[in-house]
């Protein structure tokens, strides 16, 4: 099965902006929708963003919408998440996976540690 993996998190100041990718290790196909998710500790994992693979129509958790915004490089098989306005509340392992509504319908990966310091 394909298999993500998640960068480009780390440590970053209040206001300040990161840009993550997941990379994929197989083609993704068109009909598919690829999404992102976040869990801060003792919280469970929460949708954040998705994208359609075919379209690049998107839809965004109330609580990132004007600050992040979800794309994808169809030919890599990479989606991004670019990151801004973070706040500590944003505190949270990140993760990629294909998408059905709103859950994850796919294998975990590893994640990439998004900590936004106050």
């Known amino acids: 099965q394909v298999q993500y993996v998640e960068s480009g998190g780390g440590l970053v100041q209040a206001g300040g902006s990161l840009r993550l990718s997941c990379a994929a290790s197989a083609r993704i196909f068109s009909y598919s929708a690829m999404g992102w998710f976040r869990q801060a500790p003792g919280k469970e994992r929460e949708f954040v963003a998705k994208?359609?693979?075919?379209?690049?129509?998107?839809v965004y958790a109330d609580f990132v919408k004007g600050r992040f915004t979800i794309s994808r490089d169809n030919t890599k098989n990479t989606m991004y998440l670019q990151m801004n306005s973070l706040t500590p509340e944003d505190t949270a392992v990140y993760y990629c996976?294909?998408?059905?509504?709103?859950?994850?319908?796919?294998?975990w990966g590893q994640g990439t540690q998004v900590t936004v310091s106050s």
């Open positions: 996976n294909t998408v059905r509504d709103y859950s994850a319908s796919g294998s």
């Open positions: 994208i359609s693979w075919r379209t690049g129509s998107t």
